[in-house]
Each structure stands twice: as C-alpha cells, then as structure tokens.
C-alpha cells in the first residue's frame, strides 16, 4: 500500500498563455495497492509479475492549467491500472530468452503525469523517455542473451562477466482513453500510437 501527494508545475511557451501566466499548477493525491512476486516454474527459468492499482485526484490549481486541461477533462478523480509479467529461461549453454509485457488501463482520460510511457529504456528501446505518452497502452519485448564469463579479467574480483543481448520491442497505445473534445471533435487526429524497435 502506498499514498501521496504531489505539487507539479507545467511550464509552456508564452505564445500558448494568452491572460495568464503559462504555468499549470496542479496538486496530485494518489493512493495504490501492489503486488509482486516471481515464480520458479520450469528448470532453469524464472516467471516475474506485478499488478498495482492506482486511484487518485487532479486538483487544478491555477487558471492556466484549467484552461490545458479542459477539452480533455483529464482533472478530477482518476483510476489506472498497471500490469507486467516476464519470463527469463535459460537455453543451453550460456544463452537465454527473455519475454516481457506490461501495460496500463484507465478509467478515463489522465493527466501527464499518470500516462504510460512507451519510449525509454524500461520500454521501446528505440525511442526516448517521455515518447508515446498514452493513457492506455502495452509493451512487449523479447530477448536472445548470451552470458560470458572473463577471466583474463579475474583479478577485479566478483567474477566479471559480459552479456550480449539482441532485442526486439514493440508498443501498442491510444494517447486518450476518451478522444473526444467535448464539442464534437477530436482531442488526438490520429490517436493510436505504435512504437517498435530493434537493438544489438
């Protein structure tokens, strides 16, 4: 279990304020239930899973972000849904495969702050932190590693080892979980996103 409160400030170009000040104020109360867990299942393998439920509320607190956040009524109460699951199994010999999936749902449209990520490191490999924000979304990867111990390095200690990977990781989203503006068009054009790479 777990609560917060966080106090967050959105800083845009001044070319978007118009009689305010360009900065969103907005204060986030959160509260989320966990769990976790890994399972041995097959010989040589590993199973890991986590699911964590999260509800909470936008307070907009300033004129600007009210304005920001208005056609896609993402202030107020919230709920999201995250989930992940992945298995690491040893092959043969020094290679392995790892499959990962974890996603999120929610309940309506977030705030920035809530959305899933589908780029960065943790995510679609190929893309940056902070690309494919989406209210909703899942991301698979998939991974042939090869593990090599060093020995001409045994003098640092902790036998040092290298690992070789190649990857492939894709991602599936909509950026709002409700694409509608609320006077009869569309918050996003082209709502779904689709990210993929590839890596050695």
Do not use: C
């Not at 993402?74 to 020094?94: K, T």
Request: hydrophobic share 35%; net charge negative; charged share 15%.
């Amino acid at each position: 279990l777990n609560a917060g409160q966080q106090f967050l400030t959105d800083k845009y170009p001044d070319v978007f304020a118009s009689n305010s000040s360009p900065r969103g104020r907005k204060q986030v109360n959160i509260g989320s239930a966990a769990i976790t867990g890994s399972v041995a299942d097959l010989p040589g393998g590993l199973t890991g899973f986590g699911l964590v439920g999260t509800t909470g509320n936008v307070g907009l607190r300033s004129e600007f972000s009210r304005d920001i956040s208005g056609d896609a009524n993402s202030g107020g109460q919230f709920a999201r849904f995250n989930y992940q699951i992945n298995h690491d199994q040893q092959v043969w010999g020094p290679f392995s495969f790892y499959a990962g999936v974890n996603g999120q749902l929610a309940n309506n449209n977030l705030d920035a702050s809530q959305k899933f990520l589908m780029g960065g490191p943790s995510a679609v490999r190929a893309y940056d932190i902070g690309d494919g924000s989406v209210d909703e979304g899942v991301v698979g990867t998939a991974e042939v590693r090869s593990h090599w111990s060093l020995p001409a390095l045994a003098w640092l200690g902790n036998d040092p080892s290298l690992t070789l990977a190649t990857f492939y990781d894709q991602g599936w989203g909509e950026q709002w979980r409700n694409n509608d503006n609320g006077r009869g068009g569309r918050l996003a054009d082209s709502n779904n996103l689709n990210l993929a790479g590839a890596g050695l």
